[in-house]
């Protein structure tokens, strides 16, 4: 048996979304699921949104749930299971962010009337008025959050700057691309280097922020980032201008410390890692190569699906052999056990007291 998951420095792997459109043909995932109604129908399209029910986490754990039917399934098809990389994972769920299928998609209709009521105060009725961003930055969500940043920053902002939810601002974009005769918003997605986003939140965000979520789990979709960077109104300190590579290389930051995942509970994770039997093959701390390794646990909804892929099938076959069930997870479980093995990371970090003499 080999390590739940051969992943060094988790957190330093942003994805990409163009990448994950190739990965997913790549990998063979194509071969069941659809993407935009392109490709086969056996299982779920997943390039298309679906609400905001579903979840990082739940993806996580519904492919955990039901891998080894997947696995089955492609024996019968001749297929030989996918082993997609770390690398590969974040790209994946990179491109299911921007497939938005973490979150609905935004209504024309209803951005239209949102526009007239909530932006003719500065801006143009809708009714054929021109796009107020090119088609090109409403198919960007980063430079699209970038603009909504530095317009709060600005001195306009303190003027009528109305305040809008995530599904609002879904809406006014939507329709905002309308007007430039496009169908169906379909945005990229493409962070920044998270050691680059680092210094630039150490530079122009720590004075307010410091990110350490204090609930657990906040899902976070584009859209909800975007809403929060349209309603950063400044207080009495003037907020600084981020250009588009600087809020490029932040959205990588925040997407390499999980800031659009799930945050769960450590101490329920445990619990989780015990009650699942988890323990039967893995603990923390032995020699033995299948336990848990502190510098390569999974840490994210995407290192959890690279590591069931990678390692699942010797899993399933020592679980058999071993006459217990596959483990099931709920997406609550499933994002107490990453946090909970994303801790033993840092735990195994600790520099290790000197013996006694």
Known sequence: MVSLLALSAAAQVPGDARRGAEAFRAQGCIACHGVRGEGAKAAPDLGLPTGRTWEPAQMAARMWNQAPEMWITMRQMGMAPPRPSAQDAADLFAYFFQARHFQGAGNAERGRRLTDRRCAGCHAPSGGASPAFSPAVLEDPIALAGRFWNHAAGPESSVNHARLSARELSDIVEHTYSLAGGGPLQPAFS????????????????????????????????????????????????????????????????????YFDECGSVEN?????????????????????ARLDGHTVPQASWSMVQAVWEHGPAMAARIERDGFSWPRFEAREMADLISYLASLRWLRARPSPSPKR
């Open 191 to 258: 962070p920044g280097a998270p050691q680059a986003g680092l210094a630039v939140f150490r530079a122009k965000c720590s004075a307010c922020h410091q990110y350490a979520p204090a609930n657990p789990y906040p899902t976070r979709s584009l859209a909800d980032f975007q809403a929060a960077m349209w309603n950063h109104v400044p207080g009495k300190e003037p907020l600084p201008a981020l250009s588009g590579e600087e809020m490029r290389a932040v959205v990588g930051y925040l997407w390499s410390r999980h």
């Open 269 to 289: 994770g445990r619990r989780v890692f015990t009650q699942k039997r988890c323990t039967t093959c893995h603990a923390y701390g032995s020699a033995d190569p």
